[in-house]
């Protein structure tokens, strides 16, 4: 069955150093994507980055990237030089092909930085 | 970037009542946008699934005739909440999807008395 793992409830950083957040997936689909998104004590859910299965390369966004290794099933979130407003949850979503673009959620991972 | 709004952020009602939540994607037009349930230190929990034009798919366990979502137009959906009670309490987040990504509301916090 299809399933999300994020294995660090929680996580603490001292500011400007880098921090990866670990997400395993289980999935038998050949096309999927995979999502992360931070949110903060306020609640919204803010997008951070996708990695479609078939992009060659890791997908990068700003401070954000995500490192993909497809036969270990992994989909690691790195942030470089950690800031004090990246405190928060983070969450690993998996989209199956033909699933209605529905989201499979990991628990999430609290990532709080240290100044 | 894609913006999506949801109103109220914050509602407190009696038993019994009625609450309308709105989700608008307002600089895009969303095909399909999803409801959510949050609880407390926990991940998202899907309600539904819907589409425009269309009723909602409801996930197992949801109840639809509680939970009334309309999705009239390509950037507006509603969630209603009929006859409220406590257990209803919780964290509420639409999203709305462009492509292959879910963007989301800042969420509405339901207190039910």
């Known amino acids: 069955a299809q399933k999300i793992t994020q294995t660090q409830p929680g996580m603490f950083v001292q500011e400007k150093e880098a921090v990866t957040l670990d997400c395993t997936y289980d999935t038998s689909d050949q096309s999927y994507g995979l999502f992360w998104y931070k949110q903060p004590s306020s609640g919204e859910m803010i997008f951070l980055i996708y990695?479609?299965?078939?992009d060659e390369q890791n997908a990068t966004e700003g401070r954000y990237s995500l490192n993909f290794q497809k036969a270990r099933k992994s989909a690691n979130l790195v942030i470089s030089a950690s800031q004090l407003g990246d405190s928060a949850m983070y969450f690993c979503?998996?989209?199956?092909?033909?699933?209605?673009?529905?989201?499979?959620w990991g628990a999430g991972t609290k990532l709080i930085i240290k100044p | 970037g894609a913006v999506v709004s949801q109103h109220p952020s914050r509602v407190i009602c009696k038993s019994g009542t009625s609450v309308k939540i709105e989700c608008r994607s307002l600089?895009?037009?969303?095909?399909?946008m999803f409801w959510y349930r949050q609880f407390p230190k926990q991940s998202l929990m899907l309600m539904a699934t819907s589409n425009e034009g269309s009723k909602a798919t409801y996930e197992q366990g949801v109840e639809k005739d509680k939970f009334l979502i309309n999705h009239a137009s390509l950037t507006l959906s509603t969630l209603t909440v009929t006859s409220a009670h406590p257990e209803d309490s919780s964290f509420y987040i639409c999203?709305?999807?462009?492509?292959?990504?879910?963007?989301f509301g800042p969420g509405t916090r339901l207190t039910v008395l």
């Open positions: 979503a998996m989209r199956e092909g033909g699933s209605n673009y529905q989201l499979i």
């Open positions: 600089d895009f037009q969303a095909t399909t």
């Open positions: 999203s709305a999807r462009i492509f292959d990504t879910q963007y």
């Open positions: 990695q479609g299965s078939y």
